[in-house]
């Protein structure tokens, strides 16, 4: 139930009450985390009492989060759980959708690619999010290029489960270059894959958080999934299999043209990787740059590129990259007026 008035202040008030106290609760998040958000998102004030919440501010701020929090209420009666993630996402679709005051969260879903997991359902939060997933499903091979924490991995891992469990693919093959990020990490004890998995990890990462644990170990014993360091690609043709490529930008040219043909018969390839972090050597081309630049209008190649508007991590990351992006433009603006 939704009722909205206009105080004296001149500000619209409007108080919306949710019929199961549970799932308010969890809408509401911990310690109303979830509706601190919305405050400093929006710039309304948020109150909430039981299962009924007094949101106030413009009239079209107050609209847009009685969107928010109805749009994620129905996703948690559909069994959805909510991260902060999700939260952000809807605070920057219901922005970007403007004021859409006949709204009906129940039939009016966002049309954004999700991906059926048999682990959990996984959904495009933004625009740039929607395009990627877009391109996984329509390209052979697609590149991913963007600033941290805009879902590039996670989304690249998340497609290639679902061609595994469909079927569609045998394997999954998971690779990255072992690059230190400007650090030395010296002699590291045990096996192989003992030595790997500190570069790797936040494909682990990924895999466990989309798949039961259970099947990613036993696919990784008997090889369904594979994960390795670049420099072991070299003289493999990999067929049947969903391939990726993380961190790209630090794959050096050499090491990239080589990587992309590996590309064997039913076969689809991600190559993901942040090009304004490069930790080459001075001096050394991005493989990443080089390859977006050359291959950019091959037919059968997708390229999605985020910004800092993607990212879905803490909100202080957004801010973060955007600071540095702005930077960066500045700094070529000055290097291009000295040419």
Not at 197 to 219: C, G, H, Q, S
Not at 255 to 262: A, D, G, I, N, V
Not at 271 to 280: M, R
Request: net charge negative.
């Amino acid at each position: 139930m939704t009722a909205s008035s206009e105080v004296e202040t001149g500000t619209t008030e409007v108080v919306i009450a949710f019929d199961d106290n549970r799932m308010a609760s969890a809408l509401f998040g911990q310690y109303g985390q979830n509706l601190a958000l919305l405050e400093r998102r929006l710039n309304v004030a948020v109150d909430s009492r039981g299962n009924q919440v007094t949101v106030e501010g413009s009239r079209v701020a107050c609209e847009q989060a009685r969107r928010v929090l109805e749009s994620l209420y129905e996703q948690l009666k559909r069994g959805h759980d909510l991260t902060s993630g999700d939260v952000e996402g809807a605070i920057r679709l219901a922005i970007a959708q403007g004021s859409l005051f006949d709204y009906d969260p129940a039939s009016s879903r966002p049309n954004f690619e999700e991906l059926p997991l048999r682990k959990r359902l996984v959904r495009a939060r933004t625009s740039g999010q929607d395009a990627y997933l877009c391109a996984l499903r329509r390209h052979t091979l697609v590149f991913g290029t963007g600033p941290a924490g805009t879902g590039k991995t996670w989304l690249a891992v998340a497609h290639a489960i679902s061609l595994f469990e469909r079927k569609e693919v045998d394997r999954i093959v998971l690779s990255r270059p072992a690059v230190e990020a400007g650090e030395r990490l010296g002699f590291l004890p045990g096996d192989m894959r003992d030595k790997v998995d500190p570069y790797l990890r936040p494909v682990y990462d990924a895999l466990f958080d989309l798949m039961d644990p259970r099947i990613v170990e036993r696919a990784l014993q008997t090889g369904e999934i594979e994960i390795a360091p670049l420099a072991f690609m070299r003289g493999r043709t990999l067929s049947n299999a969903a391939i990726i490529l993380d961190e790209a930008q630090n794959a050096s040219s050499m090491q990239m043209k080589m990587f992309l043909t590996r590309l064997g018969e039913n076969s689809r390839m991600i190559v993901t990787g942040d090009p304004s972090q490069v930790d080459l050597p001075s001096g050394q081309t991005s493989g990443l740059a080089e390859a977006v630049r050359l291959l950019g209008q091959v037919e059968g190649i997708g390229h999605v590129a985020f910004t800092h508007q993607d990212v879905i991590r803490h909100e202080l990351v957004s801010r973060i990259v955007e600071s540095y992006e702005k930077a960066a433009a500045a700094k070529a603006q000055k290097r291009e007026a000295r040419d």
